[in-house]
């Protein structure tokens, strides 16, 4: 509910006229149906404590003609209402420098700009002196003609005007409080015992103030301590505790508990010095006792004079140790803890409590100090309808800073008009102090049992955002003076701008959806992308994340399907904004479910993108609270509607349920950045996903169909091979001759392509370890040179120059290497060609000296290359025309030119440079500058000074050697992952959406190391554009759509106060599950083994399993030229059959894609049949490697799969297209442990030349010492 700025009914008054022909207020007219009408801003009446004259300024005259005053008059100041409006001018009762006093203060009010800074209409304050009517003095007191001398505090300003008045205004409305009041004391009198005294005029106490000290009047005091309010009352000065408590009506029987009454009776206020100085001020006067009257009244002077030279400073110096107190709070309840203390040590009021307001105008009070002497209720925590402040009332308060009610029982002084004509237009008393309070509020506090009351204002960026209320109890009344009161309201401004600085402060350090604080993983920051950092940052139990079609569950799966139902319904309704909800069955009726919501009751909707597709939403529980009413807040349907307020004020509890608490501003404010950041996120992520999906597509269709294509070449080139190898006459041998080569190099074009395939799609894994350097190109170039030899090509390398040992991936290199050499041999007939390798001359002082660059030169004397195609031959299918009849004739079946373009990918990873120079006719050089690393401290016995086949683990690892019989290369996709990426391709609207892909991608890091931020120290602002006006109650922020709102106290939180010594060995190596494995021989194997001689003795039985009819009769044909026995299967059934009926096998090629059973399942079937069954191991190959080896013989094996592979119970991998010279050398290893070793899968070796996956698996049972695990 807002506070209404709309005029509330108006209503006339009744009156009578008096025998002086004056008008008094006497009533309304008409009967009020409801609290809201009753018309509170003019009452007719004033506080009895004080009086109201309103003066009608006549400029053409300079007078002040009295128009309207209150009735007390004469008793307070000592001249009537007619005596009043006999006068000419009011100054006639003022003495001339007072009288110019009063012209200057009202001179004031019409100079707006002058108090420009001050409240609008706000009365202006200060001390005026004058004179009663003649005759109203006692014999003791007065002047000469017997007029009694008054001292008031005088507030003055003037009312508004109607809307409908003409000219500018002319009433002053003057409000009246004497500066000494013997009749009406601030505080209540205390007799010698410390009771309560009766507080008469005649009583033995009145309070002794001076008449000129301004500074006193904060320190009043009496004949007794106990009168003075600003004196250290404690516990002690009412040490007599009174027979019935004042308060509450409720149930006798309840108890608070200890903790609820240590929180409400404990100051948190640091204690005001300058408070104690002045209150010992008031306790020692200065000057002697008076005995005459000239003493006595130079006495009062000096005694005046040095109390307000002192005590000006001090008002000061409390004022800036209370705003000290507050400015130093952190949190919201500190600062209202201090609040509470502070107001009560200036005014000594029985309670202070600080009463907030919600949305709908509720209140709750959420700080509270209590005197428990004069009463054992306690109010922190308990609620009070909207009903009980109307929002009239809610408007006055947002004027009236400091609201008075002295006594509820004192009669209000009704107002005299001079005319019945000044009745035609009520008296606007919005802005007067002594406002009369309405009858119906004063008969609420009475309900309360509470003497007098003190409300203090909060407001909150324009708006009303509590109060802070004081209460006494008692039989007389209590008050605090004009200058106290004027302390309070710069307290109230102090408190206000405190709640807007912990309102900022909350903004400025809640959490954020971007984080910049760097870390290792996150060099530049990061964004907010976990589901517990999400959770957190939005204070949700749970949340849903909807992107396309796919749906993720964020935080703990309590209940899934209430989750889901709701995500369902919010990607139907496809909300454009965020939506934010306390209760989503009342907020949204068409969310329904047959058993209702269980779990969820709070929503914050954030969407990602345009027309509602994508959004997160984050989800509260329902929090059922006890909500403690002030007694009962709400009438029976069946009770008679009446005016008045409830009588019973006792604890009244309902519990609420289906709610939660609600979404804060930072939260409403993150989650625009949320969508916002999010939201650009998604729709750069779709474009990158939609592009890598097309090509992983197209790289998997030409990597599958290269496949295709390389298995019946296979075919082809082997049985040209053993076609050649047999008896043959000339012309036959010449034309298969010619039929191998292009077989051939189809093949390595199809290589080629699989490679460039690697590269482009980043599948290619980089190494960076210690190699030979120099071992690593010789061996890339071997096979060239023999092929350069056997056609008289002179093939020289030079690596003399260049660094021995280096770190950095020596598979890349190789490549290159043989690329390049690979492509010199090609276009080369005669002459010569030359590789070599230097260090590269660099400045002194340009790299680390952990680094090194070198340059690794090819060059030939073929046919060169044209100038406008030097651009052009690194890319894809481009390749140089030939300029002779014979280069053309071999470049016709060379390629389609993508080697080259591999070397340009490689090149570019490895951070390096790639040149060439070539002339037509003359030749080409080809060279390329790479930055590698120096190892720290190089061993010239080391491994890494090892041969080359041992350094690049046995053997070349070129699958492109033109002058071999290879024909292996790796089609490194799977068959079935086009089946698996077509399968979980899910089209919203034509791309590709993978919720977890999605997280993954927000949550990595876009850097891709840690790097050195450059501070922008002058970086342009950002346009924002001008702000919104900020709405009443809170603060725009530029750029920002979420304005700043005063903080709260969180109404849930309130309401919840609720090692053995191994025989000689092989080296050890682990498996995939840690485990480390020694390798160890049989006492009567630990001998040398030659490796020739096991060969020729240890000829192997093989059983092949394959379904493919020609690849496993070339594999038969190969093996049995090669003098083994070999046994075929067709199927991984028939591969389990022939092992459990004839165990005697040396090693199975097991093909993988079968039917019945795959190569993987009878793999498995195999080792639990060996487990079940185990017999004496009568083959050698058995002995040595405690089973029957298998080796997975596949094209879709990946590096990735190794430690799966070795689950199942393969030993090793051979790829297809097979290589049978690599074939036959890892065969060896069968019975040869250490071609096994050479054999053995290293980190960096090349996957596509095969090999044995661990060493050899060793049964426990087996031996001791076979298997020790780390």
Known sequence: MAISAE??????????????????????????????????RTPGACQGFGVLIVLDEDEENQTLVVRQVSENSGEILGFSPRYLFSLTCFTDVLSDDQADHLWDNIQFLNEPEQNAEEEQDSPHVFLLTGWGAPGSSSDNDGDGEGRRSWTCWC??????????????????????????????????????????????????????????SSATILTPMSNTDA??????ITTEAHSNTPTSLRGLEGDDT??????????????????????????????????????????????RRRGASKAQGVGMMDIFAVMGQINEQLGAATQLEELLKI????????????????????EVWNGQVVAELVDWSQTHDLYRGLHFPASDIPAQARELYAINKVRLLYDRSQKAARIVTREAKDLEQPLDMTHCFLRAMSPIHIKYLGNMSVRASMSISIMAFGSLWGLVTCHSYGDHGMRVSFPVRQMLRLLSQSVSRNIERLSYARRLHTRKLINTMTSDNHPTGYIVSTADDLLGLFDADFGILVIGEGAKILGPNVNGQEILIMAEYLRLKRFNNIQ??????????????????????????????????????????SQPREVHWAGKPFKDQNQEARLEPRKSFRIWSETVAGRCRAWTDEQLETAGVLALVYGKFIEVWRQKETALQTTKLTNLLLSNASHEVRTPLNHIINYLEMALSGSLDGETRENLSRSHAASKSLLFTINDLLDLTRLESGNETSFNEPFSLSAAIEDATQVYRNEAERRDISFTIDVSQCPQVVVGDSKKITTVVQNLTANALKYTQKGYISVYCVKFGEPEGLRDPSQTAVEIIVAD????????????????????????????????????????????????????????????????????????????????????????????????????????????????????????????????????????????????????SPSILAHQQNSAPGHAGSPKPSPLGSFSVSGSSIPVRPVKMDEYQMDSHTN???????????????????????????????????????????????????????????????????????????????????????????????????????????????????????????????RIPVFAVSASLVESQRNELWDYGIDGWILKPINFKRLNEILKGVTNPVQREKDLYMSGCNWEDGGWLYPPYRPPTDTPASATAA
């Open 155 to 212: 507030a003055v300003h003037r009312p508004t005007p109607p809307p409908d008045t003409t000219g500018g205004p002319s009433l002053i409305i003057m409000e009246f409080e004497l500066e000494r009041d013997p009749i009406n004391p601030l505080y209540p009198p205390f007799s010698s015992n410390g009771s309560a005294g009766n507080g008469s005029p005649g009583g033995s106490t009145s309070p002794a103030v001076s008449a000129t």
């Open 1060 to 1186: 053995s010594n191994p025989a000689t060995s092989a080296p050890s190596s682990s498996l995939p599950d840690g485990t480390s494995i020694v390798l160890t021989m049989p006492e009567d194997k630990r001998k040398p083994v030659d490796n020739e001689a096991t060969t020729e003795e240890h000829k192997l039985r093989v059983l092949i399993v394959e379904d493919n009819e020609i690849n496993r009769t070339i594999l038969c044909k190969r093996l049995r030229n090669n003098g083994h026995i070999v046994i075929n299967t067709t199927n991984g059934q028939e591969g389990l059959d022939k092992v459990k009926s004839d165990r005697e096998f040396d090693c199975i090629l097991m093909d993988i894609q079968m039917p019945i059973l795959n190569g993987f399942e009878s793999t498995e079937q195999i080792r639990s049949f060996e487990k079940k069954n185990s017999l004496p191991l009568s083959r050698l190959s058995q002995e040595l490697n405690g």
């Open 861 to 1008: 004397t073929g046919c060169g290359i044209q100038p406008n195609k030097l651009e052009s031959i690194f890319r894809e299918f481009e390749q140089v025309e030939s300029s002779s009849a014979e280069s053309a004739e071999q470049s016709s079946i060379s390629g389609v030119g993508l080697g080259l373009a591999v070397v340009a990918r490689i090149v570019e990873q490895l951070g390096g440079q790639l040149r060439v120079d070539s002339k037509v006719d003359e030749g080409s050089r080809f060279s390329f500058l790479i930055p590698l690393a120096l190892p720290e401290s190089p061993s010239p016995g080391s491994d890494l000074m090892r041969s080359p086949a041992a350094s690049l683990n046995g053997g070349s690892s070129n699958s492109r050697s033109r002058g071999s019989s290879a024909i292996g290369s790796n089609a490194s996709n799977k068959s079935k992952s086009l089946v698996q990426q077509l399968r979980s391709s899910r089209n919203s609207q034509g791309s590709s959406i993978d919720v977890d892909g999605f997280v993954d991608a927000i949550s990595t890091s876009h850097m891709g």
């Open 339 to 358: 609040t509470v203390g502070v107001i009560k040590d200036l005014t000594q009021f029985h309670r202070i409590l600080v009463y907030q307001f919600d």
């Open 7 to 40: 005029h509330h009914v108006a209503h006339r008054f009744e009156h009578r006229e008096d025998e002086n022909g004056h008008h008094v207020i006497i009533g309304r007219e008409g009967t009020l149906a409801r609290c809201e009408d009753e018309p509170i």
């Open 254 to 299: 309840w108890t608070p508990s200890p903790e609820d009454i240590l929180e409400s009776t404990t100051s948190y206020s640091k204690p005001l010095s300058a408070l104690e100085r002045l209150r010992r001020m008031s306790q020692n006067p200065s000057s002697p006792s008076v005995e005459t009257g000239s003493t006595r009244r130079g006495g």
């Open 227 to 232: 009168q003075d309010p600003l004196n250290n």
């Open 580 to 621: 934010a909800s306390q209760e989503v069955t009342a907020d949204y009726p068409d969310l329904q479910l047959s058993a209702g919501f269980e779990l969820v009751a709070g929503l914050l909707y954030v969407p990602l993108s345009q027309g509602g597709q994508d959004f997160i939403a984050f989800l509260r529980k």
